[in-house]
Structures are given as C-alpha cells and as structure tokens.
C-alpha cells in the first residue's frame, strides 16, 4: 500500500497504489500493481507483470526485471509494454536499503502533469526493513526532470507460507 505524496502543487490529484506480487521462486514472480486515483478527475490503472529477480550488478543485493502492460479503467488503452528495471543494495546490513529503478512507464504518464516528458524515468530511495515481514519505503520520483519534489511513502507487508 503506498500513497504518494505531491508537495509541489502541481499535480492535480494524488494516488493510492495498492500492489501484491505472488513469488512462485526464488527468481521469477508474477504480481499486479493497482493506481487508485481520489477524486473524479483520474481513473485507475491495472498492470499485471512478470519479474525476473537475481543479484545485483553491484554485489550484494537484488536486482529485478520485469514487464507488464498497463489497462486503464475509464479510459482508452494504448500499445505499450512496460519495462523495470530495479536495484536494491544494502546499505546497512539487510535492514537499511538503497533503490535505484529505470522504467519506461509511470504509472500516471498522461494525466498528471509533474511526471516527465516521454518514458524514461529515474527513482531512486531507501527501504527500511522493520521486521521479516514489515517493512517501509521512501521514493523519489522523476528525479531527472525538472525541480518538483515528487515523493511516496509506503508499507510493505511480507506474508509467507
């Protein structure tokens, strides 16, 4: 569950991303990323996607790739797939992490206007890993475009079996 947070003022709505991912391996999953929008002015958005996870180029750490393809609720559809590319590196041990991410696809490209031009798109933050299965994120997003301060903070909640 994440709710980002647009300090700016020049994004005319903020949304609520709800997310879960099904990890089948130790290298492969699948999961489904869902935006929310509040107000009338959004719609919500339905990526379902495959990742492939091994470690990182930086040594310890994870590194994920993966691709899905948006579905937009309450509004046209396009032709693109999307791409991720993703990095956790520790920081401090497994419980303070470093994230770097290169994608082609903000979720919100087209109806919010501080996401940046055309997609590719840098975010970068840290995750701080409470418990085994409680665990917090801060993000950046867009850092490469423009000055607008753009950030979301989050829970993940890790349930196994």
Same mark, same amino acid.
Request: proline content about 3%; aromatic content about 14%.
């Given at each position: ?6 300090? =700016?003022?020049? /994004? ?6 709800? =997310?879960?991912? !099904? ?5 492969? #999953? ?23 996870? =091994?470690? =990182? ?34 920081? !401090? ?26 997609? /590719? ?13 409680? #665990? ?9 475009? /423009? ?6 903070? /989050? ?7």
């Amino acid at each position: 569950i994440a709710y980002e947070l647009n300090i =700016s003022g020049s /994004g005319a709505i903020n949304p609520l991303q709800l =997310s879960t991912k !099904i990890q089948f391996t130790k290298d492969a #999953s699948f999961g489904i990323i869902i935006d929310g929008f509040l107000g009338s002015q959004g719609y919500t958005t339905i990526e379902p996607y495959v990742a492939i996870h =091994s470690g =990182s180029i930086f040594g310890k750490g994870v590194m994920d790739v993966t691709i899905g393809k948006d579905f937009y609720i309450g509004a046209g559809q396009n032709e693109l797939i999307n791409l991720y590319i993703g990095t956790k590196i520790p920081l !401090i041990g497994d419980q303070f992490l470093l994230l770097a991410e290169f994608l082609n696809n903000p979720h919100r490209m087209g109806y919010i206007g501080y996401y940046g031009d055309g997609r /590719g798109i840098f975010n970068m933050g840290f995750l701080l890993n409470l418990t085994p299965f409680l #665990s917090i994120h801060f993000m950046t997003f867009d850092i490469l475009d /423009g000055f607008d301060f753009i950030m979301c903070f /989050g829970v993940d909640l890790k349930l196994g079996i």
